[in-house]
T-cell receptor
Framework: EAAVTQSPRNKVAVTGGKVTLSCNQTNNHNNMYWYRQDTGHGLRLIHYSYGAGSTEKGDIPDGYKASRPSQENFSLILELATPSQTSVYFC???????????????FGSGTRLTVL | AQKVTQTQTSISVMEKTTVTMDCVYE???????LFWYKQTASGEIVFLIR??????ENATVGHYSLNFQKPKSSIGLIITATQIEDSAVYFCATGSFNKLTFGAGTRLAVCP
């Protein structure tokens, strides 16, 4: 069964601190995504990756970096965390290989980040 | 840019009835896909059903079906014979390869 695991589940950080959110998938999917969920906004795409070594900016990339060191792992990095980045973050992997192909996303359980 | 609008913030229905959740989308793509995802109370997000824009027939999976009205850029989710466990937040999304845009979600409460 498809599996996407996020860590930590909960994180409290201080303003200006560095935060790293981790995601691991055992689906062998090429594509991985980071979304944030805020009330009234649904899920918004921060960064995504086509495969190991690649990262692309999504719709709201400012203040975030991403790293994809391997097929299985995709990290989201907040170099200087701010209270506006308090949110729930979801990682997902996708099974499409080409443009024009529908892609089903498999989501992790989410990380609740609070920046004080 | 893509945009997805779900105007119903929350809906409450009685168990075993039928409910329709609305979704209107905007896209510049000539060929696109429309999705519905469900987020349970535990926070888990799972894929439910998909409609391909080039298909005229409405998709159906189990007790979920879609009402696709392409001229109106509308993709409604219909749940028949609702069950308590259908209580969740439902997200509509549109896009193609690796650029999905989600709506704000509709919270469904199914009451016994």
């Amino acid at each position: 069964e498809a599996a996407v695991t996020q860590s930590p589940r909960n994180k409290v950080a201080v303003t200006g601190g560095k935060v790293t959110l981790s995601c691991n998938q055992t689906n062998n999917h090429n594509n991985m995504y980071w979304y944030r969920q805020d009330t009234g906004h649904g899920l918004r795409l921060i960064h995504y990756s086509y495969g190991a070594g690649s990262t692309e900016k999504g719709d709201i990339p400012d203040g975030y970096k991403a790293s994809r060191p391997s097929q299985e792992n995709f990290s989201l990095i907040l170099e200087l965390a701010t209270p506006s980045q308090t949110s729930v973050y979801f990682c997902a992997s996708g099974d499409a290989f080409n443009w024009g192909v529908a892609e089903t996303l498999y989501f992790g359980s989410g990380t609740r980040l609070t920046v004080l | 840019a893509q945009k997805v609008t779900q105007t119903q913030t929350s809906i409450s229905v009685m168990e075993k009835t039928t409910v329709t959740m609305d979704c209107v989308y905007e896209t510049q793509d000539s060929s696109y896909f429309l999705f519905w995802y469900k987020q349970t109370a535990s926070g888990e997000i799972v894929f439910l059903i998909r409609q391909d824009s080039y298909k005229k027939e409405n998709a159906t999976v189990g007790h979920y079906s879609l009402n696709f009205q392409k001229p109106k850029s509308s993709i409604g989710l219909i749940i028949t014979a609702t069950q308590i466990e259908d209580s969740a937040v439902y997200f509509c999304a549109t896009g193609s390869f690796n650029k999905l845009t989600f709506g704000a979600g509709t919270r469904l409460a199914v009451c016994p």
